[in-house]
């Protein structure tokens, strides 16, 4: 069986009740494939989770833009696992660049944070990627491969992963990876995967792009 298509929208830290509304209406008037072909994920900020849930076409599914990397406590700012779960959000956006970048998040804590989710029930978009610089020392596969290693050296069932390749320099900058920019590292990836993971989740686990 091939894999099956998957688009995300993260809207990080944007939008505003009336906006999110509007956002909400269009897309349950888009045109969009059946659940069995295509799998949506909509990521709206924390406070909008709610009425995106309840407002979104049930064939889309929410998902957070980050979670605590365990169980809930004296940790201020911060969402469990567990509390999405309880407000029946079951995917979230785990190792953004943003996040890696300017809350200094290493590759350890989020494959800390992977894990835990995924213990959880909850279902992973595991974002990698390099920055411009990285990519202009020929270093993009093995930045992507020690973050994704972080990512593998701590789970074993790959069942509810989807790794989204997000080159740094490609967010928020106005330039675009071009596709064979984009497969060329999707491919380095998958044989990686081969190699140090198994043919089973090479072959299986979807590889996205954003940016």
Request: aromatic residues 8%; proline residues 3%; glycine residues 8%.
């Given at each position: ?19 999110v ?33 309840s ?32 407000i ?76 989204a ?17 984009a ?11 081969e190699?140090?993971v198994s ?13």
């Amino acid at each position: 069986m091939g894999r099956k298509f998957f688009v995300g929208g993260n809207w990080k830290c944007n939008g505003t009740s009336e906006e999110v509304k509007k956002i909400i209406s269009t897309l349950n008037d888009g045109q969009v494939p059946a659940s069995d072909v295509v799998e949506v994920v909509i990521s709206p900020p924390f406070v909008f989770l709610p009425l995106v849930k309840s407002s979104l076409h049930p064939d889309f599914h929410v998902a957070a833009q980050n979670c605590w990397v365990k169980k809930g406590g004296a940790f201020t700012g911060e969402i469990s696992a567990e509390m999405l779960k309880n407000i029946d959000i079951h995917w979230v956006i785990l190792g953004h660049s943003e996040r890696r970048l300017l809350l200094g998040e290493s590759s350890e804590f989020v494959g800390d944070k992977v894990a835990y989710a995924l213990s959880q029930g909850l279902k992973v978009i595991a974002c990698v990627g390099e920055t411009l610089e990285q990519r202009e020392s020929r270093a993009t596969m093995d930045v992507v491969a020690a973050q994704t290693k972080a990512i593998a050296e701590r789970i074993s069932d790959w069942t509810n992963v989807v790794v989204a390749y997000e080159p740094v320099w490609a967010i928020g900058t106005g330039k675009v990876a071009t596709p064979a920019q984009a497969q060329e590292v999707h491919s380095a990836l998958r044989k990686w995967l081969e190699t140090n993971v198994s043919a089973q989740v090479a072959e299986s686990t979807r590889l996205i792009y954003g940016g």
